[in-house]
């Protein structure tokens, strides 16, 4: 049976026309002109009616963007495939909006959580919180407003045993030269608390206000001794007004400290005497073991440098060393330090 649209493409065919604005041979009926896009009248349609399928639940075994139709014009079933990826969530912001209400889904059930816990103890742990954060604050509030006190030691070594911290290299002008401590000299107390080993020195002297004075309790080559000390800040020494302007030279390499037998006094060893250089010059030797220099007992590598930096080029020194359990005094005029 012949349809309506048919009859109408029939009549169109039997009766053609031309296009009135470019002249192209068009089929009657039409609408648009298909060279120029002229408009021609309400004509038939150009392109068949659209056929709207009705959706049934996808396949068994069919991917997610495949989906099962059905034609119930034609009684048929047939398979889409969709072509186009679906676009993605993010594109239009839904990311954002999905993350950002999970984190306030995730704020509201901790907060739930919470309700309860200050109904039972609640109080109790927010003030527990509130005075532990005081007291740290606190703390470091008193940290910074008490300021180390200053010593006057290049360094400070542990003795073996743990029974003092050794004053390596004490400085010139520094409370401790003030006080009369050396090189070398082991403190044992401080301020009547206990010195056990270099940490211990650090705190105790950190726990000590400036300006205080104190008492030191030392040992010296195996005797033990006091002495009194004032405290000064780091900031109130200037080591450069103690130094002089040319610094001395002996030509010498120092190595380990070491004990001299028979006796309760340890020394520098000497790891290498350089050639043509003052101590050389002098007649010191590798493994002589320095134990005075200039009047001045030397117990660590530190206080031996810094006499020898402070001697003034030129000058002659006495170097008290034991050379094969021999006492042995060497004068040595010293160099210049370029």
């Avoid at 309506?4 to 296009?19: D, F, I, L, V």
């Avoid at 816990?117 to 910074?144: E, H, M, N, P």
């Avoid at 042995?328 to 010293?334: E, G, L, N, R, T």
Wanted: charge should be neutral; include cysteine; charged fraction near 25%.
């Amino acid at each position: 049976m012949e349809t309506e649209t048919q009859r109408a493409e029939k009549e169109a065919a039997a009766n053609p026309q031309s296009c009135p604005s470019c002249g192209t041979a068009l089929v009657g009926g039409m609408r648009f002109c298909r060279a120029c896009g002229y408009r021609l009248g309400e004509g038939m349609a150009e392109y068949v009616e659209t056929v709207r399928l009705d959706r049934v639940p996808d396949m068994a075994g069919m991917g997610a963007g495949n989906q099962s139709l059905t034609n119930p014009a034609a009684g048929a079933q047939t398979t889409l495939i969709s072509p186009v990826a679906p676009m993605p969530p993010q594109s239009l912001g839904h990311g954002r909006r999905r993350k950002g209400r999970k984190k306030w889904l995730a704020f509201l059930i901790a907060f739930l959580l919470f309700i309860p816990l200050v109904g039972v103890g609640g109080a109790f742990l927010f003030r527990a919180i509130r005075d532990t954060a005081q007291r740290s604050v606190g703390f470091r509030q008193q940290q910074r407003d008490v300021a180390r006190s200053f010593f006057g030691a290049e360094e400070f070594g542990d003795t073996e045993g743990e029974q003092g911290a050794i004053v390596e290299g004490a400085m010139p002008g520094s409370p401790a030269e003030r006080a009369g401590l050396l090189d070398g000299d082991i403190i044992t107390k401080f301020d009547g608390r206990p010195v056990n080993g270099e940490d211990a020195m650090r705190e105790v002297l950190g726990a000590t206000r400036i300006g205080k004075t104190v008492e030191v309790v030392y040992v010296r080559d195996g005797e033990m001794k006091t002495t009194q000390l004032t405290t000064i800040s780091s900031a109130d020494y200037n080591g450069d007004a103690f130094m002089p302007k040319e610094r001395g030279l002996l030509g010498i390499e120092a190595t380990d400290r070491v004990p001299i037998e028979g006796t309760k006094i340890v020394g520098i060893r000497l790891g290498e005497v350089y050639a043509n250089r003052p101590a050389d010059l002098a007649g010191l030797k590798d493994g002589d073991i320095v134990v005075e220099f200039d009047g001045k007992p030397v117990r660590t590598e530190e206080g031996l440098n810094g006499y020898i930096n402070r001697a003034k080029p030129a000058s002659t020194v006495d170097v008290v060393v034991y050379r094969e359990g021999q006492r042995i005094k060497i004068p040595v005029k010293m160099g210049r330090r370029t």
